[in-house]
């Protein structure tokens, strides 16, 4: 099983991030083009890929060191550390937070200024920044055994918050998600049939296409956070049983893998986005022409 995870960060990850590389700096391209950018879900897909651009930069590439080419500074280092795991719940954060704000876009479209979006986006970043700032505090250098030592929230009562507050995170995040995604994709049926939607500013082509880039994103968002909550459900569960030293292995081991597998939505958003909207794709090609 260790060798199952060695080689997946060391071969697997290098490859993720270059793909997550790509594909962030194309959708940050496309989205910034005039064409879109008036639109303000248009803003919430920018915000969506900086964050995701430093959670590659920060959190996969930490795990990638570490589990890949056994390069950990973090469990040497307290500062880097604590601004480790501190950066890994932001972005993390901010990726659904952004997700959540242009899925709301989809299903209301209750403004085409785009000044709203701006103040919204700021004001939330503002918000998570200072809410996450705890993990600057309460981050240590455990030492799980003899010469293995992990970086780590600390243990005891901070270390039951951080498995609520994650667990409940990811299941209000896969909640809301799903609603606003399954009731804008009933607009855009609605509009196709013929039928006249409360809100008529979505029935715009570009809309549509936004929306349907937007489910796409929900959906593989969806499928890969799921794997990464029954995790943490387990461990919240079992976090009072006295466990070996090959089980709390086993279950790092596990850990890495899941946070391995909630890194593919942040890496391929780009990818879906080309696949499902001939409005993203016709702004790459020109991109790529230089246009």
């Not at 795990?63 to 932001?90: D, E, F, K, T, W």
């Not at 600390?154 to 409940?168: A, N, V």
Request: glycine letters at 4%; aromatic letters at 16%.
């Amino acid at each position: 099983m260790n060798t199952v995870i060695y080689y997946l960060y060391e071969i697997g990850g290098p490859v993720l991030m270059v793909i997550g590389t790509v594909g962030c700096t194309i959708n940050l391209i496309v989205f910034s083009q005039k064409s879109l950018r008036k639109n303000p879900c248009s803003i919430y897909f920018i915000a969506f890929d900086i964050a995701n651009f430093f959670y590659i930069y920060s959190s996969l590439l930490a795990l990638i060191l570490s589990a890949g080419y056994n390069v950990n500074p973090s469990v040497y280092n307290l500062i880097i550390c604590r601004l480790r795991l501190y950066a890994s719940l932001l972005f993390d954060c901010l990726s659904a937070f952004y997700l959540i704000l242009a899925s709301i876009d989809r299903v209301f479209i209750t403004t085409r200024n785009v000044r709203y979006a701006y103040k919204v986006v700021i004001i939330g970043t503002i918000f998570w920044f200072v809410f996450h700032s705890h993990a600057l505090i309460f981050s240590d250098i455990i030492q799980i055994h003899y010469n293995y030592f992990l970086c780590y929230y600390q243990l005891g009562d901070y270390l039951s918050f951080i498995g609520y507050y994650s667990i409940i995170k990811e299941i209000i995040t896969l909640l809301l998600l799903t609603i606003c995604g399954l009731w804008s994709m009933a607009n855009i049926r609605q509009t196709c049939c013929g039928v006249v939607v409360a809100n008529p500013k979505s029935n715009s082509p570009k809309d549509r296409q936004f929306s349907f880039m937007l489910f796409i994103n929900v959906i593989i968002h969806g499928l890969f956070s799921l794997v990464f909550v029954i995790f943490l459900i387990y461990q919240q569960i079992t976090q009072n049983q006295v466990k070996s030293i090959e089980q709390q292995q086993i279950e790092v081991i596990i850990r890495n893998l899941c946070l391995f597998n909630a890194s593919i939505p942040v890496c391929i958003s780009c990818y879906t986005n080309l696949l499902v909207s001939k409005k993203f794709r016709n702004e790459a090609k020109k991109i790529r022409l230089c246009k």
